[in-house]
Each structure stands twice: as C-alpha cells, then as structure tokens.
C-alpha cells in the first residue's frame, strides 16, 4: 500500500543544532507540504513544494527550509534550532490541489523537541 | 483573510451520548468543507467531505453538511462511543497556497 512516512518520529536538540525531519511518500504525488502542530494553534503551514525543484514558503516559514530533489522526498531543515521550533511536524501529500478538492494524507508525525 | 473557526475543548461525553461540534468559516468563493480526526500518536486522517453547498459528507456514523447560507459544517453523531475519543479537525479548501486551511482542532473525550 502507498503510504507517507516520517522520521524520526521523535527527536530532542539543542538551541542552535541543525535539525533535518525526513518525510517520504510512495503515492507519487507532485504536492507535499509541512505542518507545525502547537496547542492552541492547531495547524500551521511551513512550506509546501508543487513538484521537483519547486518550494514556496508558507504562513511560518522563517528558520525552515526544504528542498525537493525527487517526487518522494521533501526533507524539512531547521537552520539553527531554537526553543520556539518545540512542535509536532506533520508532512502531507495530495495527489490535486486542495482546491480541486484534493484529500491530504498526513503522516503520523515528527515530536521535535528543542533544549 | 480565509479561516476556519471551530468550537473549543475538550468536549468530554458519555458513551452513546449525542456529538455536535461547530465549525464556521469564511471564504472567498465555494471551499470544499473537510473534518479529519487524529487519534493519540498518529497523523491526521480525513474523516468526511463535502465539496458544494448542501451536500452530507458521512463516515463511521458522523455526518456533516456543508450550509452556505450560515457558512458551517457542523459535525454530528448520534451515539459515541469511547474509541472516537480524539481531536477533530475542520477545514476549508481556500488556502492560497493550494494547501487546506485547519480550524484549531476539538479534543472530544468519551467516558464508558
């Protein structure tokens, strides 16, 4: 079965360490995007890619980073990590745009804790 | 801007109790209207959608339906049972970026 994978599913740093969440799907979508979940937040998008060596910046894109070599691949760098980075990171897959109604397959999530 | 606005939790129910969770948003255009629930530890899942006005979206016995003319997608079921116990999420299709836009999630507890 196709499916989306993260890792590592858990991961404690330090303030100012470099930081590289994988995420990897097998259903050949073109989009993939990047959540932050926090409480009382919910949901915030990171960054998102349309397709190889496409990326755009989302709603709280400032000390991430990705890069989009392949279809299945789009790894998320924290620069310098900083406390504030302490999230849960989802990564998702469409097959369409959501605005064609696309359905997002979430992976099950990356805990990043920042010391 | 678009936004999605949810009720807030935790909502705690007994067992085969009655579920309504609100959920309202504000759009430019006809979003597609989505509920997706994360169970403890793992990723979000799509629940149910609705892609135009007055259509039900239905799954696992909750149902939603998508009111234009109140712009809400209120989530129901008629008897819970304690493994629905999870956060649930309303969203809209009209992010910008192509991407959805997600209420702040409903944490829904359910007592045997």
């Known amino acids: 079965d196709a499916e989306i994978t993260q890792s590592p599913r858990h991961k404690i740093t330090e303030t100012g360490r470099q930081v590289t969440l994988a995420c990897h799907q097998t259903w050949n979508h073109n989009n993939m995007f990047w959540y932050r979940q926090d409480l009382g937040h919910g949901l915030r998008l990171i960054h998102y890619s349309y397709g190889v060596q496409d990326t755009n910046k989302g709603e709280v894109s400032d000390g991430y980073s990705v890069s989009r070599s392949n279809t299945e691949d789009l790894p998320l760098t924290l620069e310098s990590a900083a406390s504030s980075q302490t999230s849960v990171y989802f990564c998702?897959?469409?097959?369409?745009?959501?605005?064609?109604?696309?359905?997002?397959?979430f992976g099950e999530g990356s805990r990043l804790t920042v010391l | 801007g678009n936004s999605v606005t949810q009720m807030e939790g935790p909502v705690t129910l007994s067992e085969e109790a009655f579920l309504t969770i609100n959920c309202t948003y504000t759009?430019?255009?006809?979003?597609?209207l989505f509920w997706y629930v994360q169970y403890p530890g793992e990723g979000l899942q799509l629940l149910l959608k609705a892609t135009k006005a007055d259509d039900k979206g239905s799954n696992k016995g909750f149902e939603a339906t998508y009111r234009k003319e109140t712009t809400s997608f209120h989530l129901e079921k008629g008897s819970v049972q304690v493994s629905d116990s999870a956060v649930y999420f309303c969203?809209?299709?009209?992010?910008?970026?192509?991407?959805?836009?997600f209420g702040k999630g409903t944490k829904l507890s359910v007592k045997p």
């Open positions: 759009a430019t255009g006809y979003p597609s």
């Open positions: 998702a897959s469409s097959g369409r745009l959501a605005g064609g109604t696309g359905e997002l397959f």
């Open positions: 969203a809209q299709s009209g992010g910008s970026q192509g991407n959805l836009i």
